[in-house]
């Protein structure tokens, strides 16, 4: 059984228009994704900067509830349970941020920041939290006099790692990672990830990584799911996608990925896409990714692409695959 199963999940935002906001639109965020995530592995979710990958990490943690669909976590399905209920999976559903610089409150020390959780949770108290608070700190990277800092007095780097320290904390065994490394610098960006792997293998944990670095995916994913305009295209083993890319979307994505080879890059040819990419307020009939694809043909127009096994284990919507 998997760990984390993702059923037709959908997630719509109200946008009210009008003088007087009567009439109500929705922003199709996620739009019927399915995916399943087993015990240890790491599942990485990429594409373009507003294509949903970030509401659907905090739609599996529950910082936004699902409009539709169902979400799986250990057996249990968690997507309508009210807050109290919800408690105890918080606990095991722990969530990374982006920005470094605005998921730490500034006003809190790291003690503070960092131990939050543990007081929620009523996992510790006195002495006990406070070693446990320094031994995640130490876990992280980080050392023992930083307990009474603030998040100012941090490198961008650092607080990111105090921001995972947060997240570990309450020792977990699922972590959402929104694109973890997207604002620190590229000399900082490899360090970070070294550090998620070994945790993940000291701790057991299990990953969601989202990111649009899609070498930084490739080197820590085990499958690899593509998204576009709220919908799942593709998704495979790391390796098969990256070998063996069959979406139109996907191999432009890829193409776009820089060669260090200048021999190599020079051979390589990029696919550009053309055209708009459709509201997802009023999303039209048929493919998505029909305004942009340079294989549109008729039947792209009116009919949805089945999200279907192309192959063992490789998942693909596209109506020529």
């Given at each position: 059984m998997p760990m984390l199963e993702i059923q037709r999940l959908k997630k719509y935002f109200p946008v009210h228009r009008g003088f007087f906001g009567g009439k109500v639109q929705y922003v199709k965020a996620?739009?019927?994704?399915?995916?399943?995530?087993?015990?240890?592995?790491?599942?990485?979710?990429?594409?373009?900067?507003?294509?949903?990958?970030?509401?659907?990490?905090?739609?599996?943690?529950?910082?936004?509830?699902?409009?539709?669909?169902?979400?799986?976590?250990?057996g249990t399905d968690i997507s309508s349970l009210p807050g109290r209920e919800m408690t105890p999976y918080r606990k095991e559903l722990q969530m990374i941020?982006?920005?470094p610089f605005s998921s730490?409150?500034?006003?809190?020390?790291?003690?503070?920041?960092?131990?939050?959780?543990?007081?929620?949770?009523?996992?510790?108290?006195?002495?006990?939290?406070?070693?446990?608070?320094?031994?995640?700190?130490?876990?992280?990277?980080?050392?023992?006099?930083?307990i009474n800092r603030y998040p100012h007095e941090f490198s961008?780097?650092?607080?990111q790692r105090i921001g995972i320290a947060r997240a570990l904390v309450v020792e977990p065994s699922f972590i959402v990672c929104d694109e973890p490394i997207s604002a620190l610098d590229v000399s900082i960006q490899a360090q970070v990830i070294n550090m998620l792997?070994?945790?993940?293998?000291?701790?057991?944990?299990?990953?969601?990584?989202?990111?649009?670095?899609?070498?930084?995916?490739?080197?820590?994913?085990?499958?690899?799911?593509?998204?576009?305009?709220?919908?799942?295209?593709?998704?495979?083993s790391s390796g098969?996608?990256?070998?063996?890319?069959?979406?139109?979307?996907?191999?432009?994505?890829?193409?776009?990925?820089p060669i260090p080879d200048p021999d190599e890059s020079a051979r390589s040819q990029r696919m550009i896409l053309k055209g708009?990419?459709?509201?997802?307020?009023?999303?039209?009939?048929?493919?998505?990714?029909?305004?942009?694809?340079p294989r549109v043909e008729a039947g792209c127009q009116d009919e949805y692409p089945e999200f279907?096994?192309?192959?063992?284990?490789?998942?693909?919507?596209?109506?020529?695959?």
């Open positions: 996620v739009d019927d994704v399915s995916f399943a995530v087993e015990r240890g592995e790491t599942l990485g979710l990429v594409g373009e900067s507003g294509c949903g990958k970030t509401t659907v990490g905090r739609t599996i943690v529950r910082l936004y509830s699902p409009t539709e669909g169902r979400i799986i976590f250990n941020f982006q920005d730490l409150d500034s006003r809190m020390t790291v003690g503070d920041i960092v131990g939050e959780a543990i007081d929620i949770h009523g996992l510790a108290r006195g002495a006990e939290r406070t070693e446990r608070i320094l031994a995640m700190l130490n876990r992280v990277g980080l050392r023992k006099w930083h961008g780097g650092q607080r792997e070994e945790l993940q293998e000291k701790m057991g944990l299990t990953y969601l990584f989202i990111a649009h670095d899609l070498s930084m995916v490739k080197h820590i994913s085990t499958r690899i799911g593509v998204m576009y305009l709220g919908g799942l295209v593709e998704l495979a098969e996608l990256y070998k063996n890319p069959l979406h139109p979307y996907t191999r432009s994505l890829l193409s776009a990925m708009e990419i459709p509201s997802p307020i009023d999303t039209p009939p048929g493919c998505k990714f029909k305004t942009r694809c279907r096994e192309a192959a063992p284990g490789h998942f693909v919507a596209c109506h020529f695959i």
